[in-house]
């Protein structure tokens, strides 16, 4: 389970952090990826269901979460 947890945060990041620099450098609307992001962490917090967990739990079923 630490893995899956692990490698959701970092995809969560790396897209927070790619969407405010093209945000910054290339076009403010970039802005609005990491919004959708924010909406669907605060969701996920009510509902369980996180887009990013459920593709992790299709590609890595729980027999592999620890190797």
């Known amino acids: ?11 969560v990041g790396a897209v927070i952090l790619g969407s405010v620099v093209l945000g910054m450098k290339v076009n403010p609307a970039w802005l609005y990826v990491a919004g959708v992001i924010g909406v669907l962490m605060v969701l996920s917090a009510f509902t369980g269901f996180c887009p990013v967990y459920y593709l992790l739990n299709k590609m890595m079923p729980p027999g592999d979460a620890g190797k």
């Open 1 to 11: 389970m630490q893995a899956k947890i692990k490698i959701h945060d970092g995809i």
